[in-house]
């Protein structure tokens, strides 16, 4: 009796979670479509991605000067241009359109990603949605939700060479920010890290030739005036030191010293065969050592969490919290340490062994 009883009681909880999640996620994605048409809507891809599929588009170079006004906007194009390229089919059409299907993508891309890696909860995936993160990359059709996605291929093509080496190659050059990937996929096979830097190159040479190479030679400075103009007012470590009356120096030293900690785990795992921790800690590595940090960048982070718990539980909420912090600076107060706290909390339940985390499942 005392089993059926139990039964019974976990059933009706896994209804009404799922009820209530569902509903939350709805309704956010009702108040994202109904936003469809104002500036807000796929704000980044209006303000960065498209503009720059446009240049290419008309063999122009995407990339602004260093010291243009964009820069310090955060309207500036900074990514290599392979991405703008794979855009210019929405030049075609309506900018309000294109911004739609830009948001659209960005949320199939989020919800294949916990598909890839074989999360069959759909409480999980309507978390995911109330996650201020994800809907921050929703809201902007930002490509860290494409990033997410790769890296979700990347952990289901782990057991191969050239598939892993191409999506890896897309996805690090998509986004530089979560090159430690490339060392998570060289921990045990060094052909494919460096197969990756040869899809990479091949990819990153090929766009950059459809618009006469135009920007190369200004490239690393427009990367570099970025990162000096939003460091500091970004979650990065950096940042967090500033808003903590810090020196930038400290934020840098902590990062260089954290993540350089998480490579070496992710080395060390990996030459041990445990794949998901060294994953786990190639992803909180791209995360803690990228300068400028957004809300919309720890997303990537929904991918190792499905690892470690393909079905729901309290820990798939953490990063509700982040709604209380600010998303276009890293805030006042305690705000600017609140995303490294949940960060930090995710990544330990990552990295908890079995036992551990059912011992946290039980008490949640």
Not at 29 to 50: C, H, M, N
Not at 134 to 159: I, P, Q, T
Not at 212 to 218: A, N, T, Y
Not at 275 to 291: G, K, M, Q, W
Request: with cysteine; glycine share 8%; net charge positive.
């Amino acid at each position: 009796m005392s089993g059926r009883a139990g039964g019974s009681t976990l059933g009706a909880w896994r209804t009404v979670s799922t009820g209530l999640l569902v509903f939350a996620a709805a309704v956010l994605l009702v108040g994202l479509v109904a936003a469809a048409g104002s500036e807000r809507f796929g704000y980044d891809f209006r303000q960065s991605y498209l503009p720059a599929a446009f240049a290419v588009r008309d063999g122009d170079s995407p990339y602004p000067d260093p010291d243009s006004p964009l820069v310090e906007a955060g309207r500036a194009y900074v990514y290599p241009p392979q991405l703008a390229l794979a855009l210019v089919p929405l030049t075609a059409v309506s900018e309000d359109a294109a911004a739609l299907v830009a948001v659209l993508g960005c949320l199939a891309a989020l919800m294949g990603a916990l598909a890839v890696v074989g999360v069959r909860d759909v409480r999980c995936y309507a978390a995911l949605l109330l996650w201020a993160p994800a809907f921050n990359a929703l809201e902007m059709a930002n490509a860290s939700a494409v990033v997410a996605l790769g890296a979700a291929l990347c952990w289901r093509f782990r057991a191969t060479v050239w598939p892993l080496a191409a999506v890896l190659g897309f996805t690090v050059t998509a986004k530089l920010y979560v090159w430690p990937l490339v060392v998570w996929a060289g921990a045990r096979r060094l052909v494919v890290a460096a197969l990756t830097l040869g899809v990479g190159l091949v990819l990153t040479t090929a766009a950059w030739a459809t618009v006469g190479f135009g920007g190369l030679r200004s490239y690393p400075s427009l990367v570099q005036r970025l990162s000096d103009t939003h460091a500091e007012t970004s979650y990065s470590l950096v940042g967090v030191a500033s808003a903590l009356g810090l020196e930038p120096a400290l934020g840098r030293a902590l990062m260089l010293a954290v993540g350089g900690g998480l490579l070496l785990a992710c080395v060390s795992l990996g030459r041990a065969g445990d794949e998901r921790r060294s994953f786990t800690c190639a992803i909180a590595a791209a995360v803690v050592l990228t300068p400028v940090l957004w809300q919309h960048h720890l997303v990537v982070l929904a991918v190792p969490l499905a690892l470690a718990r393909p079905r729901f539980s309290a820990v798939w909420l953490l990063p509700v919290l982040l709604w209380l912090s600010p998303r276009a600076e890293n805030g006042d107060g305690l705000e600017p340490l609140l995303p490294v706290l949940v960060a930090a909390a995710l990544l330990w339940f990552m990295l908890a062994r079995p036992r551990a985390r059912a011992a946290v499942a039980e008490a949640t």
